[in-house]
């Protein structure tokens, strides 16, 4: 099994990396980079709740291959607190609408529900909906998580326009 | 908090005056406020089992039988030893001897399963052999490698033939029927002899479960100076390290197991009792630690985490004025192959077999078999909802007969407000409610909502429209009634649950929970409750999950018990320290503590409440001045109170009447679905739920309970199914074919909540980590039969997938649909 140096750049920070050709990002993130906020739910694409963002875009992490990711920009969960630990907009809009339960959905959740609001202002809620389908959650119902989503679009246009 | 909604209804003087110890204000209680646990999870901070590291941990991954039912003639390693990295394979031989059996709900000691297939597989998923190897990608590239040689027999699959016979899944229990009992209660007979109308109709519950997004893991790790195995796992389950210890065959004080690993979702599967006692095993064989955790085809296959997989037959007696008399109620359960506690899924039903309704008599079958499939444990409910889907298609059926409004049925059998506390013939009694209020609640909802004029709509649309309506009841509280119920072996009549509190030199106060949590808040409700007890910010006390070691007794938030249990035991601890520092402040004033009073902190002579000692001088007495506390008190500051089941005392009578969980929350749900007459699709337009679970102790919370467990019931509904062919062969072990329902299929709900306190517990709260789910399949029933009720048709089989429902539309209707959309 052939062995690859690369460099990955996650959360704004670059890490050399050694990794076998079929090891997923995932998993490197998981065991190579002690990232653990990223979750294997079902290895297969379905459940979502693996999902970083890949230069700005939600992917599944569990059906790339770490290899293919070197020359993009990674953010995982850990990066989205600010430095001294402010959670970010929509992290603290889901402590407060408890747009969670269990905890393991939620980090895909909230990178999903970041990359939507950083590309729409004033999303509707069907398009809240529709960016979230791809992310299982068991717990909630969903209902709570649309919620902190729209609560955190509206803290990000008083951000904006403040 | 307001409770004045449960004043205005409640006429009944002995509860009106138990309720009056709930009329109190609350400062923390029932207020919107962050959780506790939230943060961490928000931040990417969550510690789940896959995420604990350890020094020279092994992994494990598991060789699954291809064969519903074969024999194991050989099994040879070899090749898969020799692939570098690799460290051991065991199998069945390897560990059964060594091992005791993992414990059954029932008493059935001729079946004795172990973590590993012995000679035979008894359903495909099954584990065969287990390799150990430096990673899991190792361990899996060597399962390829093993040869194993079967010879396949005949499976049973079919839970109908298996009751009569056929292939035996364990020939030395003799037959496939594990636990057969017709409980009668009242005059059955004569009720259904009086009554002027019967029907009969049969409901079929798919075997589903809670499947969370977190598989099952485990890590064990031997300590060889301690002698102790160290064990961490994502589990929900009572007594799970002394399960552990006793199939290891050591003692239970040498397992410890650490309930502070986040749980990745449960709702009642995470058990995992095979995984760690191999694990386990492994661990203290190896000496090294080791790791299992479960692929998704592991875990949908082989990780024994089905659910309730059931037949109902009913027979109903009833009036041509709407008084429903009597039900016969058979169920069927198809367990699987191992019995584990799937057997008892048939006895917690019973505490509300007549659900909201006042019945006379009851006759209740519960039969569970034997098949070569997967194996069951806990779902959410333990049972009840598959019995609220047959209890409610009943009612839909009576007022389909009898040509009455389904809601006005429903209003005229329910149990009246002034008639709590109610028995049941089943011998429940159940607490307190007001089902007309809580359904009043939802008709206004509906209303505003234009629920019955969108669904005019819809049909003018060319759509199929039904409107489904589901009463039902959540019993929390989890006592062991069921237990000695199923198994009169088995002689449990407590389920307690406890409280561990410390206040330390600086004032700051801890409280340990000897259980981990899976989303239900229990840092947030214990801090809480002990908050509102304690007069002191929630947020200023600190919860920790202790170990099996050092906690007190628990029995983990199964049964929609911890907001009951656990607040009863924040309560009682809260109790003892007030008790305490009463004395103390007693013997430093000279006063009899009969003479004063707490508040926040503070006691003070009642009298005059300028006499007092503060938190800081009450600390300091007890932490360092011995000469200023009464002579033989204990010295520091801690509580500790195990809370009893209110209620739980008997065990059952010989006609198995018996009082099954204390507290009784009502809900009343009513779904807007259409369905595509051309492809039988379901959409849910929209859901309204009047619940009430008495005081809520954190909306928010509860708010999530609800709409999760309606987003499960909606996946049984018209879903989710572990679906076996005739073979035995798993067809839905992946995801992909095993659909959960998303932001697609889940619509927004409206959830409008009621209070009538419990009479029995601290603030008057219920259960309510099994809200929503035990009403959404019954609702979703009823709203698919309404959109069919024009053609004549009734589906009852669920899940009612699409192509199901379109098999039941005739081609008329979908000419003239077509002609309309």
């Known amino acids: 099994m052939s062995e690859h140096n690369i460099t990955l750049n996650v959360n704004g920070a670059p890490h050399d990396v050694s990794v076998a050709a079929r090891q997923t990002l995932l998993d490197c993130l998981r065991d190579e980079l002690g990232l653990k906020g990223a979750h294997a739910g079902c290895e297969q694409g379905v459940c979502g709740a693996c999902t970083v963002l890949l230069d700005g875009v939600p992917v599944r992490s569990c059906l790339l291959f770490a290899v293919m990711t070197e020359s993009h920009h990674i953010r995982t969960i850990e990066g989205e607190a600010g430095a001294d630990g402010a959670l970010s907009i929509v992290q603290d809009a889901f402590w407060e609408r408890h747009g969670l339960q269990c905890g393991y959905c939620t980090p895909a959740m909230i990178l999903t529900a970041t990359a939507l609001l950083e590309r729409t202002e004033q999303p509707t809620d069907a398009q809240i909906r529709d960016a979230l389908s791809g992310n299982l959650c068991r717990c909630t119902g969903y209902q709570q998580i649309v919620e902190a989503v729209q609560l955190a679009a509206e803290r990000y246009r008083e951000d904006t326009h403040a | 908090m307001s409770n004045s909604g449960a004043r205005q209804t409640l006429d009944n003087t002995a509860v009106a005056a138990e309720s009056a110890a709930h009329e109190r204000t609350f400062r923390y209680v029932g207020h919107h406020r962050r959780t506790k646990e939230d943060r961490r999870f928000v931040a990417g901070h969550g510690k789940f089992v896959a995420d604990i590291e350890l020094p020279g941990m092994l992994h494990v991954a598991l060789l699954m039988s291809p064969h519903a039912h074969a024999t194991i003639n050989s099994l040879d390693p070899s090749a898969a030893l020799a692939l570098a990295g690799v460290v051991r394979i065991v199998t069945g031989e390897d560990i059964a001897a060594l091992l005791a059996p993992m414990p059954h709900g029932l008493h059935l000691p001729e079946i004795r399963g172990f973590p590993l297939a012995l000679e035979r597989v008894l359903y495909a998923g099954e584990w065969v052999a287990a390799v150990v190897a430096t ?22 699959v079919d839970p109908e033939r298996a009751l009569k016979g056929g292939p035996l899944v364990h020939p030395q229990h003799g037959t496939n029927v594990l636990f057969q009992r017709t409980f009668t209660w009242r005059e059955v007979d004569a009720d259904f002899a009086a009554a002027e109308h019967q029907l009969s109709h049969r409901v079929r519950w798919g075997r589903n479960a809670t499947v969370p997004i977190e598989t099952f893991g485990v890590i064990a790790k031997h300590d060889p100076g301690t002698d102790i195995l160290d064990v961490w796992a994502s589990i929900q389950m009572p007594k799970f390290s002394e399960n552990i210890a006793s199939c290891l065959r050591i003692a239970h004080t040498s397992v410890r197991a650490h309930y502070d690993v986040d749980v990745g979702g449960s709702y009642g599967v995470k058990r995992g009792l095979k ?52 039900l016969k109620i058979r169920a069927l ?81 329910y149990i009246r407000a002034h008639e709590f506390p ?93 259980t981990s949590t899976s989303g239900q808040g229990h840092e ?185 467990g309606i987003a499960h019931g909606i996946g049984a509904a018209l879903y989710e199914e572990f679906s076996y062919d005739a073979h035995g062969q798993l067809l839905t072990g992946t995801l992909m074919d095993y659909p959960m329902p998303s932001t697609r299929e889940v619509p927004a709900i409206t959830l409008l909540e009621h209070c009538t306190p419990s009479p029995l517990t601290s603030f008057g709260q219920k259960g309510a980590g099994e809200a929503g789910y035990l009403g959404a399949p019954a609702a979703i029933v009823s709203a698919v039969n309404d959109a069919l009720a024009p ?31």
Not at chain 2, 136 to 155: G, K
């Open chain 2, 524 to 708: 947030t409700l214990m801090a809480t409750a002990l908050g509102e007890e304690l007069g002191i910010d929630p947020d200023l006390i600190r919860v920790i999950h202790s170990d099996t070691l050092i906690g007190l007794p628990s029995n983990t938030p199964v049964a929609s018990r911890m907001a009951i249990m656990m607040g009863g035991a924040a309560a009682g601890a809260a109790g003892v320290l007030i008790n305490k520092l009463k004395q103390i402040a007693a013997y430093n004033l000279s006063l009899d503590a009969e003479e004063l009073s707490y508040d926040r902190g503070v006691v003070f002579v009642t009298s005059d409440p300028s006499q007092r000692l503060g938190w800081p001088e009450l600390v300091g007495i007890a932490h360092r001045q011995y000469h200023r506390m009464p002579p033989g008190m204990e010295p520091g500051l801690q509580a500790q109170y195990v809370y009893q089941v209110p209620k739980g005392r008997d065990l059952p009578a010989a006609d198995g009447t018996v009082q099954m969980y204390p507290c009784y929350a009502f809900e009343a749900h009513m779904p807007l679905i259409s369905i595509d007459p051309l492809t039988g699709e379901v959409q849910i337009h929209a859901y309204l739920i009047a619940h009430d679970c008495g005081t809520l102790i954190n909306p928010d919370i509860v708010k999530g309970m609800c709409c999760g």
């Open chain 2, 275 to 326: 995984h760690a006692v191999l694990v386990g095993w492994l661990a203290r064989e190896l000496a090294r630690p080791v790791r299992l955790i479960e692929d998704r085809l592991e875990n949908m296959a082989g990780g024994d985490a089905h659910g309730p997989d059931r037949n109902f037959d009913v027979d109903a007696a009833f009036d041509a004025d709407g008084t429903v008399r009597s």
């Open chain 2, 791 to 821: 053609f004549n048709q009734n589906i009852s089989n669920l899940p009612m997938r699409a192509a199901d429902i379109a098999k039941l539309i005739p081609a008329h209707a979908i000419t003239a649909s077509a002609n309309r959309l």
């Open chain 2, 135 to 156: 990673s899991r990608a190792i361990a899996e590239d060597a399962l390829e490698l093993i040869e194993v040689d079967y010879t396949e027999l005949e499976p049973i």
């Open chain 2, 422 to 514: 109610y028995r049941i013939p089943s011998g429940s009694e159940y607490d307190s409610g007001d089902y007309h209020a809580v359904h009043q609640k939802l008709t206004e909802a509906a209303t505003a909502a234009n629920i019955w004029q969108w669904k005019a709509e819809l049909r003018e649309r060319g759509l199929l429209a039904g409107v489904g309506i589901a009463s039902v009841l959540e019993p929390g509280g989890g006592n062991a009634a069921f237990e000695p119920l199923m198994n009169p072996r088995n002689d449990t009549t407590t389920w307690m649950e406890s409280c561990l509190l410390r206040v330390d030199r600086d004032g700051g106060i801890s409280v340990a929970i000897a």
């Open chain 2, 333 to 413: 359960d198809d367990c699987g192959a191992w019995p584990g506690r799937a057997p008892l899924q048939l006895g917690k039903p019973v505490g509300a077999i007549v659900g909201p309704y006042r019945i006379n008599s009851v006759r209740y079958e519960a039969i569970s078999v034997a098949t070569n499939k997967t194996g069951q444990v806990a779902v959410r409910g333990f049972g009840q909802a598959p019995t609220n889907v047959a209890i409610e298609a009943t009612m839909d059926l009576i007022a389909e007969f009898l040509g009455r409004d389904r809601e006005d049925l429903r209003r005229q059998n």
